[in-house]
């Protein structure tokens, strides 16, 4: 073998003994490098691991105190729920009770009025120097033509101030008869003579002393009573407390509570307005 090829086989042969060596090292170097990654990941993931196990006993624990806030919540609202429920009863109760006690209260009013009248439109000062009793006694006579002169048990004027000044209204005279009867008599005059036209132009009217809330149910059908009046052949009153009777001429009678209602029978029906 020629002494070239012995140099160039001795430099292949130390090439790859370097290359070998080179081999070794590197596999230890990368086996030190895997060991040291593994040992590192083990402690970063043992470390998160901690902290996650951690914010989950966390996140348990506040899962819980909100479990037991929310029954806690819950039982409390349903207490407050049956305490309400409890309340709304009772407050439905004493509403039907003052209800009764309203319904009640006005039909004793009602029946302490039961024998009174209104005397309006008498002039401030009229019955001077005489009694009141005598003077609208005497009054009622006169006017509405009666046989004899009504006992009065007493009269008076509204309670307020006198009203003297140039067309101010006088105070209505409020009148307890002593008969039932004869008050009955001296309305059923009174809605007489109301019919005639000198009745309705004259200053002095006559009315029953119905309690204040009649009278607001009674005010409400002025608008289905002044229809009525422009149409002949009607004939129309109010039934107590507060009822608007109409009976046309050959037509059945209607009975209304609703002013409302009233209305618009007239305007439809009677073809009034």
Known sequence: MPQWAKEMMAEIKKVKEEIAKGGRESKAEMEKWARSLEESTRAQFESLYGEVRLVGEKASNLATKMDEREREV??????????????????????????????????????????????????????????PSDFVASLLKENLGLAATPTLDRAHRT?????????????AFVVRCHYFTEKEEILKKARELERTPEGRRGKIHIYPDFTQEVNSKRAAFKEARSLLRTRKGVRYGMRYPATLVITPEGLQTRLFENPKDAVEYIRKELNAG
């Open 159 to 171: 309670l307020g101030r006198r009203r003297d000044g140039e067309g101010a209204p006088p105070r």
């Open 74 to 131: 819950d039982e409390t609202l349903n207490g407050q729920s049956d305490a309400i429920a409890g309340l709304e009863g009772r407050l439905k109760e004493m509403e039907k009770e003052m209800l009764r006690l309203k319904g009640r209260s006005e039909d004793l009013e009602a029946r302490s009025r039961r024998n009174n009248i209104r005397v309006v439109g008498v002039k401030e000062g009229e019955e001077a120097g005489r009694s």
